[in-house]
């Protein structure tokens, strides 16, 4: 996997389509996660690709390369997001149902939490990223991480989503 990131940096293109390929499905669940529409998560897919692919030398240590391209992304999606504020505050009411009542009432409590709790949940839980890369991505300490989850997690447990998703 190194190689295929350095020999993207040196500009191959095809090295880089092929590692943007292996994490197409977590670009698109990210960002889905955050925009509520098809349509807009794939469109920040694409964004992204193309960031990635004009600043992929801007890469200082390709063993980073999966955190730097979250923060790419993530960056892409925040962006998209105060250009549409309005359209993307609501889910669309023509679109299908994507998840059961669970996990639409985790998505809704998810929704009321500030930005900056939001983003460390979804890349947790979502992304199943470890604490020490989240704060790398969100450059922050790692207590600050470690905080905004446990605060996160507790106004969700107040709402009631997160209890009602762990009891059997």
Known sequence: MQELIESAQSGDQTALVMLLQTRNDKLYRTAYLYLHNQQDALDAVQETALQVMLSIHKLKHPEYFDTWL???????????????????????????????????????DLEKLPKALQVVI???YYNDLPLAQIAKVLHLPLGTVKSRLNRGLARMRQEGAVRDAYRI
Do not use: G, W, Y
């Open 70 to 108: 979250i923060r790419v992304e993530l960056n892409c999606i925040f962006k998209m997001m105060r250009k549409h504020q309005p359209k993307l505050t609501a889910l669309a009411v023509d679109e299908p149902s994507v998840a059961s009542d669970l996990h639409a009432n985790l998505q809704s």
């Open 122 to 124: 979804v890349m947790r």
